[in-house]
């Protein structure tokens, strides 16, 4: 009995040795590696997520291996993945298996046309206009709207002769989808710029049975070409009851410094409707129409809409006069601001003046450290930090990686990430060595392994 014992313990020792012994070592790669192998071994799961990473991150590390996955993967989405990449990243996708595509797209899926479609509008690859003129001709809905705006962006006088003729083309659709095409097709008009449709948009703007919606895009169309002979319709169409009609009058008007635009932009800035005022505000920036600056502080304090109020803030901000900066200033100092108005100041002036504003915004973000109720006000400062080209945020990134809060400190290693701050690579490794940071361990690993 006892030797019976004796051999079932050796037995179940030799079984633990043998589970041992085949037990997976120990993952020793880099981060570099690892990122390698997915491209080359891993699901479509794990490529797709690993795209998307590496979007974020907005890293060129491994475009090699990104176009060789490209060239070889039969996988839809990790092939829409990286169309969706190259365009992110403004790089140019193979031109002929693009022209192929464009050249025959029906046994192709319609997602990956409309990728490519986008690739050729952000890249402004004009040598596929002609594609995209035939395939419009063809008179096909799939794509046309997407088609026009891409012709709108590459194509050339040729391109617009086109689109005046494709304008009265009778479409075999229902009365609101045909105004759709006619808008965007106009917009496509002003967007190239041609001078021979002029005749033809001016008559649909001045012609008052026609749709105003159309009117306002043939307006901002016709304005666009930067002829003055459009001002007095622009005055014109200032002076009508149609708000539409109104901010088309005050977009053209921002293509034009003379006095009678200038004039009627900031009469903009007093419009009843709001979305009017709005276009005024971008106009002014536009045109740094520092005359403004006035009215603008007017809106910026009592407009009764919200979205108008911040709108005037960033303009402020954009004509970059001293008194202009000092009322951004003096409202993000003042314990009446709001936290929401004080984070849009900041922003304005961070972006335009941050020498100006940067002890009191350093201030501030000290302060949001210390109250865990101010943890929304921390985080809207700490994406200022890392949308502006001040970099002087040593001591408030420290500050931000040994907070208790998890986000917090998140945005602590993005802020290293992106200034890399020699003094603070001790803390980062010390969440790169702490599993129970979780996602935290995870990125503090990635940013080290650059």
Known sequence: MHKKTLSFVVIAAIINMLCVAQSPLEDTRSERQKRVDVFQYGLESDILQLLQTIQDEKTHEYDNEIRTLFETTRSISVRESIISLYTQNKQMLPEDWMFQILEDPWDSPKTTVRLIL????????????????NLLAEDNSDFRDQLIQTIGKIGDSTDAAFLVDYLENDFDVDEKTRLVIRQNIMTALGELGALETWDRLYEIATNEDENTFIRATAATSLASMKKSE???????????????????????????????????IIEGLRDNYYKVRLEALSAVENLMLVEAETSIVYRAQ???????????????????????????????????TSDRYKVKAADVLMKYNAPLVFDSFARLVDSSLKDDKKKWLRYELGKIMLNTSETDYEDIALAYLL??????????????????????????????????Q?????????????
């Open 118 to 133: 986008t690739h050729v509008y952000e890249l402004d690859i004009k040598s596929a206009a002609s594609y995209i003129r």
């Open 302 to 336: 009592f407009d009764p809409v919200d979205s108008v109020k911040l709108k005037a803030y960033e303009t402020l901000g954009a004509i970059k006069t001293e008194s202009a900066h000092k009322w951004l200033l003096d409202t993000f100092n003042a314990d009446a």
């Open 438 to 450: 979780g996602g935290l361990y995870t990125r503090a690993r990635r940013i080290l392994d650059k």
């Open 230 to 264: 459009i001002l007095p319709l622009l005055e014109n169409l200032f002076e009508n009851k149609d708000p539409l009609l109104r901010s088309a009058a005050i977009t053209g008007a921002s293509n034009y410094t003379d006095s009678v635009a200038r004039s009627l």
């Open 403 to 436: 907070n208790s809060d998890v986000s917090t400190r998140g945005i602590g290693l993005e802020l290293f990430n992106k200034y890399r701050y020699e003094s603070l690579r001790g803390e980062v490794e010390k969440i790169s060595e702490d599993k129970k």
